[in-house]
């Protein structure tokens, strides 16, 4: 989540809550948070359309945050409401991971009745394609000139 974000969900200022993070640096690993490069920072605004970033607050990169960065803001803001925050976001997460492994067992699942599948329509397609040649000797047996043995009940033209 980007400190922008995270800010207004913590009801402070962008720049408070930068503040209170580099105060506190130490407690944000390059794991927990890290700052966009110039060219993602340029990537990202170009992506989003902004007219005028400095209006928006937006004159340096942003400090980007993960799921353990965002639980370590609840020591750095120690308001009522950052607790508050903090606690539903941590849920939020626990939800989007519960999500993803469900997403992973239901892709799991399908990979699995692909593989059938393929499987039974290989054997499908090689039965069609054995009765297409069993037609086409029918058809080629038909046509072909007779040799041999000729009874007198039927006379052939030749």
């Given at each position: 989540?980007?400190?922008?974000?995270?800010?207004a969900?913590?009801?402070?200022?962008?720049?408070?809550?930068?503040?209170?993070?580099?105060?506190?640096?130490?407690?944000?690993?390059?794991?927990?948070?890290?700052?966009?490069?110039?060219?993602?920072?340029?990537?990202?605004?170009?992506?989003?359309?902004?007219?005028?970033?400095?209006?928006?607050?937006?004159?340096?990169?942003?400090?980007?945050?993960?799921?353990?960065?965002?639980?370590?803001?609840?020591?750095?803001?120690?308001?009522?409401?950052?607790?508050?925050?903090?606690?539903?976001?941590?849920?939020?997460?626990?939800?989007?991971?519960?999500?993803?492994?469900?997403?992973?067992?239901?892709?799991?699942?399908?990979?699995?009745?692909?593989?059938?599948m393929?499987?039974?329509?290989?054997?499908?397609?090689?039965?069609?394609?054995?009765?297409?040649q069993?037609?086409?000797?029918?058809i080629?047996?038909?046509?072909?000139?007779?040799?041999?043995?000729?009874?007198?009940?039927?006379?052939?033209?030749?």
């Open positions: 989540m980007l400190d922008k974000d995270l800010a969900l913590y009801g402070v200022e962008t720049r408070i809550l930068k503040q209170a993070v580099r105060r506190n640096i130490k407690r944000f690993p390059d794991d927990f948070m890290f700052q966009l490069s110039k060219d993602e920072f340029a990537n990202w605004r170009s992506q989003n359309v902004m007219s005028n970033a400095d209006k928006m607050g937006l004159r340096y990169p942003p400090f980007a945050f993960s799921e353990q960065g965002v639980a370590m803001l609840s020591s750095v803001l120690k308001s009522t409401k950052a607790i508050e925050v903090n606690i539903s976001i941590m849920r939020t997460f626990v939800v989007l991971r519960q999500h993803l492994t469900d997403y992973k067992d239901l892709k799991e699942q399908i990979a699995q009745l692909e593989k059938e393929n499987i039974k329509f290989k054997d499908i397609h090689q039965a069609l394609n054995y009765l297409l069993k037609d086409k000797a029918v080629e047996h038909k046509n072909r000139q007779r040799i041999g043995f000729k009874t007198g009940k039927k006379k052939s033209k030749e």
